[in-house]
């Protein structure tokens, strides 16, 4: 999210801030949250999933997050929301599991926990017939995606120097 943040001191601030505001008052109310542990039990990893029809966060969840919002985002607020905007006209209409965020550790990366993290969930879609939709904002990561059955099914241009997102689609197993 660097295109995003591209002050690295605002990013390292605002990043943390709007992880934090987007677990608090979405994800973890979805049960869509999931970390994945290293042997010392240390945290180096975590995905955020939205359940079938629950991607769209609600006015009111809207408003008790706000706050958090603009500590996380500054004066790129406005941006951040034309974003949000932006992906939420493009969000595929029918039932799915959706990933909104993956990431690990970067001194953990390599070692399987970012598959043990999409397996977790991939498999809970493919015994509820469920398919399951992602964004990429990077190029190098689609092919990892499409490892996992998900398949380029449009290119959003994001404004304000944003990169080219990739939404991608796995259907249902």
Not at 18 to 41: C, I
Not at 124 to 146: G, W
Request: glycine letters at 10%; a neutral charge; one cysteine or more.
């Amino acid at each position: 999210m660097a295109w995003m943040w591209p002050d690295v001191a605002a990013r390292r601030r605002g990043l943390p801030r709007l992880f934090a505001a987007l677990t608090k008052y979405h994800h973890l109310a979805g049960g869509g949250a999931e970390v994945v542990t290293d042997d010392s039990g240390t945290v180096v990893g975590a995905a955020l999933w939205d359940p079938p029809g629950g991607w769209q966060q609600s006015t009111l969840t809207d408003l008790r997050m706000f706050p958090a919002l603009v500590r996380a985002f500054g004066r790129r607020l406005q941006v951040g929301g034309a974003i949000a905007e932006t992906m939420k006209a493009k969000h595929p209409t029918e039932l799915h599991w959706y990933l909104a965020m993956i990431g690990t550790d970067p001194d953990a990366r390599g070692a399987g926990y970012g598959q043990t993290l999409m397996r977790s969930r991939l498999d809970r879609c493919d015994a509820e017939h469920s398919p399951a939709y992602l964004e990429s904002s990077k190029a190098e990561n689609v092919p990892y995606y499409q490892r996992f059955g998900f398949e380029v099914t449009d290119e959003i241009v994001v404004a304000d120097g944003g990169p080219t997102v990739y939404a991608m689609w796995r259907n249902a197993r």
